[in-house]
């Protein structure tokens, strides 16, 4: 069994669909398709939600009006046949009805989840329509059937194994198509794994069928070895172990959901990076090998982070005062991303300022903290990194005149990160790309 998930970009038009077919056909075997929905539908859908929020319908129902002509336009163009069109157009037209309830509907957070869930339901439904009409059969399998999520809203692996197994036990065909992103809460409500979770919708449908392989068919031909928005030119990476991937796909690259690596890695399932548009390229494999020669293969920038500086109040019995800090976070279930320490004091960083104000104020009960927002971690990833002579040296001596505010290395032999302040990410990734790449 393979695991093939196309991203928005893959699914962003009639033509591509219909690529996305081709490419399907030339994987031989049994597979699950995972479909996001059409690029830019759930940023609308985003923005209809908002608009409920704050009371605005009208303009919720100007803008789902245009995004149904959008889908009417869609459906005649990737159907030949009148009654396909005239059956897709039906389905179009209820689905919009159904949004247009929603809108009216009083606006609550599962609200909000339902609007969102709607473009892989569209996505998915006009592709299994698509692949009917040009005389392939396959069998669509809702996600809400059996990708389950746990009273964190994190996926649950088990849960989902046995739903899964289950459901494909009464499923002959080769050919099984499912949405990516959505999946149900304890509740049992709709939910999702978050914005660009179709890449984990993937790789946790891979982890728990144990799949042969899962291949993330998206616009870009695999994970390159720098941002190549920012620095130019970068080269896709033939090979990556699971935990240079899961750093890159943590501290910045674009191209993977942060934890989609995880479940990949934890049941050994290659995971390949594939571009739709080039479909011969040999993308990006993620596998459990490590390549033995030492080397930094990428670097990657995370915005938007904060730094938080903690200078404890008392200089004695310094025992515990970590475990002190470290609990407020907890409590606060907000993850910290890099940490560094000295004698009186220390610096770590968050990513998600959603309870800073309460984190700040129960430290502030025993120490001094400071807070620094608009900071970016530099992140620079390769295999025994830190054993390296002279990967050091090179990376100071290239970030000679950027003002470095954290460093931590050797806490990963794969991963060595700066934090600099925003306004210093470009020139950094410049400067580290011709330092370390020459
Ligand atoms: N459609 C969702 C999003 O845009 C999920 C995904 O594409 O991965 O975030
Ligand atoms: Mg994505």
């Known amino acids: 069994m393979k695991v093939l998930k196309f991203g928005g970009t893959?699914?962003?038009?009639?033509?591509?669909?219909?690529?996305?077919?081709?490419?399907?056909?030339?994987?031989?075997g049994k597979k699950i398709v995972v479909l996001s929905a059409?690029?830019?539908?759930?940023?609308?859908?985003?923005?209809?939600?908002?608009?409920?929020?704050?009371?605005?319908?009208?303009?919720?129902?100007?803008?789902?009006?245009?995004?149904?002509?959008?889908?009417?336009?869609?459906?005649?163009?990737?159907?030949?046949?009148?009654?396909?069109?005239?059956?897709?157009?039906?389905?179009?037209?209820?689905?919009?009805a159904d949004i247009k309830s929603l809108i009216n509907e009083e606006f609550k957070e599962q609200v909000a989840k339902m609007f969102v869930a709607q473009g892989e339901l569209m996505s998915t439904h006009l592709f299994t329509e698509y692949l009917s009409s040009i005389g392939k059969?396959?069998?669509?399998?809702?996600?809400?059937?059996?990708?389950?999520?746990?009273?964190?809203?994190?996926?649950?692996?088990?849960?989902t194994k046995v739903k899964l197994e289950s459901a494909l036990k009464s499923i002959g065909e080769n050919v099984i198509i499912t949405q990516g992103y959505i999946a149900r809460n304890v509740s049992g409500g709709t939910d999702n794994l978050r914005r660009g979770g179709s890449d984990y919708s993937a790789t946790i449908i891979g982890a728990v069928v144990k799949a042969e392989?899962?291949?993330?068919?998206?616009?870009?031909?695999?994970?390159?070895?720098?941002?190549?928005?920012?620095?130019?030119?970068?080269?896709?990476?033939?090979?990556?172990?699971?935990?240079?991937a899961s750093e890159l796909a943590y501290f910045g690259a674009k191209v993977l959901h942060p934890h989609c690596i995880v479940p990949a890695q934890m049941f050994e399932v290659p995971v390949r990076i594939k571009n739709t548009m080039d479909p011969k390229a040999h993308g990006t494999l993620i596998s459990v090998e490590k390549d033995t020669e030492a080397a930094v293969k990428a670097i990657a920038a995370k915005d938007h982070i904060t730094a938080i500086k903690v200078k404890s109040n008392r200089m004695v019995m310094a025992y515990g005062f970590l475990r002190r800090v470290f609990e407020v976070f907890e409590k606060y279930r907000t993850p910290i991303d890099m940490i560094?320490?000295?004698?009186?004091?220390?610096?770590?960083?968050?990513?998600?300022?959603?309870?800073?104000?309460?984190?700040?104020?129960?430290?502030?009960?025993?120490?001094?903290?400071?807070?620094?927002?608009?900071?970016?971690?530099?992140?620079?990833?390769?295999?025994?990194?830190a054993e390296r002579k002279g990967v050091g040296s090179a990376i100071f001596e290239a970030l000679d005149d950027i003002p470095i505010r954290m460093i931590s290395y050797g806490g990963s032999r794969n991963n060595i990160s700066l934090l600099v302040p925003q306004e210093y990410k470009k020139d950094s990734l410049v400067k580290l790309h011709k330092a370390l790449f020459k």
């Open 10 to 28: 893959s699914v962003g038009s009639p033509q591509r669909m219909m690529q996305v077919a081709d490419i399907i056909a030339g994987v031989h």
């Open 213 to 244: 392989e899962v291949q993330i068919w998206t616009d870009i031909d695999g994970m390159h070895n720098n941002d190549p928005r920012v620095v130019q030119p970068t080269h896709p990476l033939a090979h990556l172990s699971f935990e240079e």
């Open 38 to 96: 059409v690029s830019g539908t759930t940023n609308t859908l985003v923005s209809i939600s908002d608009f409920c929020q704050n009371d605005q319908k009208e303009e919720a129902i100007k803008v789902a009006e245009e995004l149904k002509e959008q889908y009417h336009q869609f459906v005649k163009d990737l159907f030949n046949d009148e009654d396909f069109v005239l059956r897709n157009i039906d389905f179009v037209n209820q689905k919009f």
């Open 340 to 385: 560094t320490t000295s004698e009186i004091a220390v610096s770590l960083t968050i990513d998600n300022n959603e309870h800073l104000r309460e984190i700040k104020e129960e430290i502030s009960q025993y120490a001094t903290v400071e807070v620094d927002k608009d900071q970016t971690i530099i992140c620079i990833v390769g295999d025994l990194i």
């Open 137 to 159: 059969s396959a069998t669509l399998l809702p996600a809400l059937d059996f990708m389950t999520l746990d009273e964190y809203a994190e996926p649950d692996l088990k849960t």
